[in-house]
């Protein structure tokens, strides 16, 4: 009934009905009760409703546990309250705290500091949260917390976009010294990067990498390869890229298959196998399908 009610805003209501329960019998409203409350009213943009929520507690009669602390915490890096999110994380590092922070606590900071990095234009204010994740995850390895492949991703994955490789390559190498291996989104970071930068070479290096240690190459994967080697001229790698990229049962962006044939066909240059062409554009055609039937549900 508390969850009905934050999710469709009766705030006035969902408050008399907590009170009421917690004043009727002792045990009615829980800690899980009132975290599943805050997770609500956190996903619905009401940050401010969820902190009150989360210092309204003790009225309810119940004290917040480290996944009610994580929960606000969260709320409030979604929207980028980083100030109030720090507050809330330092009460549980204080000496003598019954909820210290766990993994997850972390992971949810590093993450949040990451992503609202590439929120805003001021290189400053960029560079200020970067170096905050950076803290956050040493940290995290010195308080004797594993980072797992979540949380090194996040971080190679702010740091490639703002350009801060080298570091971002640290972070690579001790996730295999810790014993995380990476995964598909952690070299598609890296791909991105060298994309982007023109560095196709070390692109092509990372994608082969990637199927080395066994790990499929995604439509992610190709596509910025692809492009960038579009760019730089070299037209018939872009295209054995593309049919590699078929053979694996990746269906490529319409635009990038454009991309390719028109530049093969002013090129004067054979075109894609007849074979690789059918499969891509029926491919490219169920996922069309596809797509409008998911917006035809939730339109409707």
């Not at 950076?134 to 703002?162: A, S």
């Not at 190459?217 to 596509?223: R, W």
Request: aromatic residues 8%.
């Amino acid at each position: 009934m508390a969850w009905t009610l934050a999710r469709a805003n009766l705030l006035k209501t969902l408050w008399r009905f907590l009170h009421e329960m917690a004043r009727k019998e002792s045990g009615l409203v829980t800690t899980k009760t009132v975290t599943s409350v805050i997770k609500v009213l956190g996903e619905e943009g009401l940050v401010k409703e969820a902190l009150a929520c989360f210092y309204r507690m003790k009225q309810f009669h119940c004290k917040p546990d480290s996944i009610t602390y994580n929960t606000i915490i969260n709320a409030l890096c979604r929207v980028g309250k980083f100030s109030k999110a720090r507050f809330l994380f330092y009460q549980m590092k204080m000496p003598g705290s019954r909820c210290p922070p766990d993994a997850f606590t972390y992971t949810i900071l590093i993450t949040s500091y990451c992503k609202h990095s590439m929120h805003t234009s001021c290189r400053k204010a960029v560079n200020k949260r970067l170096q905050e994740a950076n803290r956050l995850f040493k940290e995290m390895c010195y308080d004797g917390f594993m980072p797992d492949v979540v949380t090194y991703n996040c971080l190679i994955d702010g740091l490639c976009k703002n350009s801060k490789i080298d570091r971002a390559l640290d972070i690579f190498q001790q996730m295999h010294r810790d014993g995380c291996p990476p995964n598909k989104v952690t070299y598609n970071s890296f791909i991105r990067y060298h994309s982007t930068v023109n560095d196709v070479d070390k692109a092509v290096e990372m994608l082969n990498k990637m199927k080395e240690n066994n790990i499929t190459p995604t439509c992610s994967s190709y596509t910025p390869v692809i492009h960038a080697l579009y760019k730089g001229g070299r037209l018939e790698e872009a295209s054995k890229v593309l049919i590699e990229m078929v053979v694996k049962e990746s269906v490529p962006r319409s635009y990038t298959y454009k991309l390719v044939t028109d530049a093969l066909r002013k090129a004067g240059k054979d075109g894609l196998p007849a074979e690789v062409c059918r499969k891509i554009e029926l491919g490219i055609e169920a996922r069309d399908r596809h797509v409008k039937r998911v917006k035809d549900m939730v339109y409707t």
